[in-house]
């Protein structure tokens, strides 16, 4: 087993969020409700793997993560490589709708938008894939598609867990 004192180390911003329980149980019509500015496309029929199987009530300990700069746009594999080799696992739209429940406390600690980029959480649409965001900002919130063409970057965090240690 290791001993180490240190845990995790990071290069770019990550802030970890207080645990909270995510309901795997909701459709993904229920995670998505109750804001206004929603994408249509956000479905079930879309998204039916946003769970990966797993179903129940669950503890999260969730982190967001930023391995982009300011000026920076990289395409998704650039970003899940920064992600992996920081030891971070990248979530799903379930952990990603239940931040809707902080909206406010997120976007008054300067959190903007946050995305899942996790393995589940992706849609081959007619013109291209897709991976859902959270738009924090109060005038504008809900959730959206990003397009996998275009490159991430800017202000966007990724709802993202710790990889767990072995030994």
């Given at each position: 087993?290791?001993?180490?004192?240190?845990?995790?180390?990071?290069?770019?911003?990550?802030?970890?969020?207080?645990?909270?329980?995510?309901?795997?149980?909701?459709?993904?019509?229920?995670?998505?409700?109750?804001?206004?500015?929603?994408?249509?496309?956000?479905?079930?029929?879309?998204?039916?793997?946003?769970?990966?199987?797993?179903?129940?009530?669950?503890?999260?300990?969730?982190?967001?993560?930023?391995?982009?700069?300011?000026?920076?746009h990289r395409p998704a594999e650039e970003v899940l490589r920064r992600l992996n080799e920081s030891g971070l696992v990248p979530e799903d739209l379930p952990q990603l709708?239940?931040?809707?429940?902080?909206a406010d406390e997120l976007w008054a600690a300067g959190v903007c938008f946050v995305a899942a980029l996790g393995a589940g959480s992706a849609w081959q649409g007619p013109?291209?894939?897709?991976?859902?965001?959270?738009?924090?900002?109060?005038?504008?919130?809900?959730?959206?598609?990003?397009?996998?063409?275009?490159?991430?970057?800017?202000?966007?965090?990724?709802?993202?867990?710790?990889?767990?240690?072995?030994?």
């Amino acid at each position: 087993m290791s001993s180490g004192i240190v845990v995790a180390h990071y290069t770019y911003p990550v802030i970890a969020l207080a645990p909270m329980v995510v309901d795997l149980d909701q459709t993904v019509e229920e995670m998505v409700a109750g804001l206004l500015n929603t994408n249509p496309d956000l479905t079930s029929e879309h998204f039916p793997d946003c769970r990966r199987g797993r179903t129940g009530h669950g503890e999260a300990r969730l982190l967001l993560a930023r391995p982009l700069g300011d000026r920076e746009h990289r395409p998704a594999e650039e970003v899940l490589r920064r992600l992996n080799e920081s030891g971070l696992v990248p979530e799903d739209l379930p952990q990603l709708a239940k931040l809707k429940d902080h909206a406010d406390e997120l976007w008054a600690a300067g959190v903007c938008f946050v995305a899942a980029l996790g393995a589940g959480s992706a849609w081959q649409g007619p013109d291209g894939g897709y991976h859902p965001y959270l738009i924090l900002n109060p005038e504008d919130r809900g959730f959206h598609l990003h397009w996998l063409e275009n490159d991430w970057g800017g202000p966007m965090w990724f709802v993202v867990s710790q990889r767990p240690r072995s030994g």
